[in-house]
């Protein structure tokens, strides 16, 4: 049997990578005192058609949707803004300025392609209440410290898309450059209802180099937010990362003004993409809240990440036929042992202590000689193996063999949990 295309299972070094940049995401993130939020993965529909934009790929193409059995439409989330804000809606009364992040998987019926997946995970930051160029500055740069935490070599490109008042003239000009041009079948639509849109196209890339760009039709108000970003963020950042992409557009319609995206120096496909979203809270129903965010692919960013080697951990106890129950008591006293030291209280912290607390397994083979019982425990990377012997617990010992130094000696067993 197969598994749903475009989905993966992930395991080994794939997974570690994956996990290495949520642990540290949440660590990060809390730091910067972001609270974490986990929102369902199903919503109902109208969370995203409206707000991402009934023209997006994503809305037009992409969401994997079911009716249920009350009859209404219910989705697997494609992004995690929406659901964000549909819950700040509830909690803005009380708590009107709130910084988010959230990880969890995402769901696009996309062509899957490298780095292109149905499931992927995303980690994301949201700010509420947060109108200043001085609030973009500093997320482009939380989002580059992050990223350089994992010493991703990155560029970040941004731009403004502007806003209500600026977009109509823009768009004229658009239509007038589109307009009798070879685009492909969604974007023949899009002329008439968004013509920003066929920017994002991947499929009318060439025709899209020579459009007209927004810088010339942002009003006073994005232009000042923008170049004050633009001057701060060039502070913050170091050399070389910021630049300017007057066309860049997002592929959800609810940003307004900053847009950024992310990339490794390499190229390929995006990493981490964000902006500002300053009527989406109002647009879904809740007071008007200036905000931004932005959100990293996790899949796409692991295929950058290098794995420390992997440190020999924890503890295995081989066994025999006569000595199983002897092996199987040991177990059980190192299941007892909890690393906050709870049931025992550790005299003497030593390393073979620390390692009884982080991993634990017991030969369950009894045909097996001990020569192979440790070639295993070897290849498994365990750090000691407890050697159980009949000449060894008369005397109430075991072996303690340290697999890294090809070392061991003859330990008390009343001492290994003192
Ligand atoms: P792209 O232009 O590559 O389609 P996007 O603009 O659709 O990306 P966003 O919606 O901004 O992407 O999502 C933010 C990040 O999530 C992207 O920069 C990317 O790293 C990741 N991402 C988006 N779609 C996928 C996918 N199908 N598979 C894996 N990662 C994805
Ligand atoms: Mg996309």
Redesign the pocket.
């Known amino acids: 049997m197969q598994n749903v295309s475009g989905t993966r299972d992930l395991f080994s070094d794939e997974l570690k990578k994956v996990r290495l940049i949520e642990q540290r995401a949440r660590d990060f993130f809390t730091k910067l005192g972001f609270e974490e939020i986990s929102t369902p993965v199903i919503e109902y529909a109208e969370v995203f058609v409206k707000s991402l934009g009934e023209t997006t790929d994503i809305v037009m193409h992409q969401m994997y949707s079911f009716l249920d059995k009350d009859g209404k439409e219910v989705v697997l989330r494609p992004?995690g803004t929406a659901p964000v804000v549909r819950f700040y809606i509830n909690l803005q009364v009380e708590r009107p300025k709130v910084k988010f992040f959230y990880v969890g998987p995402m769901f696009?019926r996309?062509r899957p392609q490298k780095?292109?997946?149905r499931q992927?995970t995303?980690v994301g930051v949201e700010m509420f209440d947060y109108p200043s160029p001085q609030a973009d500055s500093y997320l482009v740069f939380i989002l580059s410290e992050f990223l350089k935490n994992l010493n991703i070599e990155h560029m970040i490109q941004v731009n403004s898309v502007g806003c209500p008042k600026c977009r109509p003239s823009y768009s004229e000009a658009l239509r007038n450059y589109f307009s009798g041009k070879p685009l492909c079948g969604d974007c023949q639509r899009r002329i008439d209802r968004n013509p920003m849109r066929i920017l994002d196209c991947k499929v009318d890339s060439e025709i899209v180099k020579n459009a007209p760009e927004i810088t010339d039709f942002l009003c006073e108000g994005c232009k000042n937010h923008f170049l004050e970003f633009l001057s701060f963020s060039k502070n913050m950042l170091d050399e070389g990362i910021l630049s300017v992409n007057p066309r860049l557009v997002?592929?959800?319609d609810y940003y307004t003004g900053v847009v950024f995206e992310v990339f490794h120096r390499s190229g390929g496909?995006?990493?981490?993409?964000g902006g500002r979203y300053d009527l989406l809270a109002q647009f879904m129903g809740g007071k008007p809240t200036p905000a931004c965010g932005f959100?990293?692919?996790v899949?796409?960013l692991s295929e950058f990440v290098n794995l420390e080697k992997a440190k020999r951990t924890g503890v295995f106890i081989t066994s025999m036929k006569e000595t199983f129950g002897e092996s199987f008591k040991l177990l059980k006293n190192i299941l007892k042992m909890r690393s906050d030291g709870t049931i025992f209280e550790f005299k003497n912290k030593n390393e073979i202590l620390g390692e009884l607390i982080k991993r634990v397994d017991i030969n369950l083979d009894l045909t097996k000689s001990l020569k192979s019982q440790l070639r295993f425990a070897d290849s498994e990377n365990f750090r000691f193996a407890l050697i159980v012997g009949k000449r060894e617990l008369l005397g109430g010992k075991v072996v303690v063999r340290d697999l890294e130094l090809s070392k061991q000696e003859e330990v008390k067993i009343t001492e290994l949990f003192e």
């Open positions: 992004e696009r996309e780095g292109r997946y992927f995303q997002r592929g959800l496909n995006a990493i981490a993409a959100a990293v692919g899949e796409r």
